[in-house]
């Protein structure tokens, strides 16, 4: 059930700066990752992937980090904008496992106008 | 992208009855569908795979008899809530992967709020 008083974790950056949102896993064998982005009352929506033989990815304002020494993946936007406010996981998914994603606890990002 | 489509996206359902919800991949095919829970202020939590033409892979404290699963074919897999229960209330989310290799991106439907009163 629901877990009362369970606050997801909130990044408040003003409009224009660049977010870091942080995300630890917990499988080493974990070779997959995704950022996902989820708006109120709406399904996960593809930022970008990244894959463990990379440490660096870019898309479009979005660039990806992994480290895999301390387990350790990033998610950096730049120029926020108001349009960026939602809820952001990392998932992991292992390519010999069953395909199943793991999602992460989630960031809240707050784009102040 | 791929589009992944679930219906219905919200419904109320009195304390009971049963609730079906559907997941379509509308442009490609699945061989394999997720289904997912989330409450509020969580993380989206494994509930089942589903698998075209073969029983649900459910997750450990997923009660099976409680959330039938049937994937009849390689584009839609349902989900039915049985004798729902108001702590059955959550945000019901399904995804798709649109190959059988490994590492390729999921897709997700748009989720479905259920509340039952």
């Known amino acids: 059930g629901e877990n009362v008083g369970l606050h997801l974790p909130t990044l408040s950056v003003q409009e224009g700066d660049n977010s870091i949102i942080n995300c630890a896993y917990s499988n080493s064998a974990s070779d997959y990752f995704i950022w996902y982005k989820q708006e109120s009352g709406k399904g996960p929506q593809f930022i970008i992937d990244i894959r463990s033989n990379m440490d660096k990815r870019q898309g479009q304002r979005v660039t990806v980090l992994l480290n895999k020494t301390v387990k350790h993946l990033s998610l950096q936007i730049a120029a926020t904008q108001p349009g960026d406010s939602a809820v952001y996981f990392c998932a992991e998914n292992i390519s010999t496992g069953r395909r199943a994603l793991t999602f992460g606890s989630g960031t809240r990002l707050q784009v102040q106008p | 992208g791929a589009v992944v489509s679930q219906h219905p996206s919200w419904v109320i359902c009195k304390s009971g009855t049963s609730v079906k919800i559907e997941c379509r991949s509308l442009d490609f095919q699945a061989t394999t569908m997720f289904w997912y829970r989330q409450f509020p202020k969580q993380s989206l939590m494994l509930m089942a795979t589903s698998n075209e033409g073969s029983k649900a892979t459910y997750e450990q404290g997923v009660e099976k008899d409680k959330f039938l699963i049937n994937h009849a074919s390689l584009t839609l897999s349902t989900l039915t809530v049985t004798s729902a229960h108001p702590e059955d209330s959550s945000f019901y989310i399904c995804?798709?992967?649109?190959?059988?290799?490994?590492?390729?991106?999921?897709?997700f439907g748009q989720g479905t709020r259920l509340t039952v009163v």
């Open positions: 995804s798709a992967s649109r190959t059988v290799t490994l590492n390729t991106e999921a897709f």
